[in-house]
């Protein structure tokens, strides 16, 4: 089966700079690529996502990229604010039934 | 909020409780799933229904029971649950079976006493 791994646990930014996720996957049949960002006492809630015959996504200040060849998607968030602060998994699907999810990044930015 | 409802949002329950969680969307979506999440560890993908047809069931110990009524609700029947148990549980639905972004709920936070 499919084997996700993300990095890094833990991360730290100060506000303003920039914040990078990294996962890889191991099945190469993997062609959707979800990030949520789950809030304390919240469930998961997606930012974006990518497809893999997509390179790159953005919206404002998030952008996914993505290496089909590599086996591996990373998240970027710039400009970061305090609001940011969050725990933000991976994942990766190819039947849509089923999502493989990273450990998660428990990022925290300082004002 | 994501449309996807779950109740309770806490329970604590003793090993010889039984008790159900319950889940409900308001998308329109015809699958739906419940995961286990524990700390340190990936998201669990315990049971997937697709038109209320159970499609995937990820060696969930049978003390865990799910039920699909109808395509808007999904429930958990819990039943002689040990410590480890202790969890959150979350509920998800998607549109289709091809890739789709999947919604959660918030989660019922359990304690198992």
């Known amino acids: 089966g499919e084997n996700v791994e993300q990095h890094p646990s833990t991360l730290s930014v100060q506000e303003g700079d920039s914040a990078v996720i990294k996962c890889t996957y191991s099945?190469?049949?993997?062609?959707?690529f979800p990030w949520y960002k789950q809030e304390l006492g919240k469930g998961p809630q997606l930012i974006i996502d990518?497809?893999?015959?997509?390179g790159e996504k953005k919206d404002q200040r998030i952008a996914v990229t993505l290496n089909k060849t590599a086996k591996h998607f990373s998240l970027h968030i710039t400009e970061t604010q305090p609001e940011d602060s969050a725990v933000y998994f991976c994942a990766a699907s190819s039947t849509g039934n089923q999502f493989y999810f990273g450990t998660g990044t428990s990022l925290t930015v300082i004002p | 909020e994501t449309g996807v409802t779950q109740t309770p949002r806490h329970l604590v329950m003793g090993m010889t409780n039984k008790k159900s969680l319950k889940c409900e969307q308001h998308?329109?979506?015809?699958?739906m799933y419940w995961y286990k999440q524990s700390a340190k560890k990936p998201l669990e993908l315990m049971f997937v229904y697709n038109f209320k047809e159970q499609t995937e069931n990820n060696s969930v110990p049978s003390r865990f029971s799910p039920e699909c009524p109808n395509s808007s609700h999904l429930f958990l029947h819990l039943h002689t649950l040990q410590p480890e148990d202790s969890a959150l549980y979350l509920c998800?639905?998607?549109?289709?079976?091809?890739?789709?972004?999947?919604?959660f709920g918030p989660g019922t936070r359990l304690l198992v006493l």
């Open positions: 998800a639905s998607t549109a289709g079976a091809d890739p789709e972004t999947q919604y």
């Open positions: 998308l329109g979506h015809n699958a």
């Open positions: 990518i497809r893999s015959n997509v």
């Open positions: 099945d190469s049949a993997s062609n959707y």
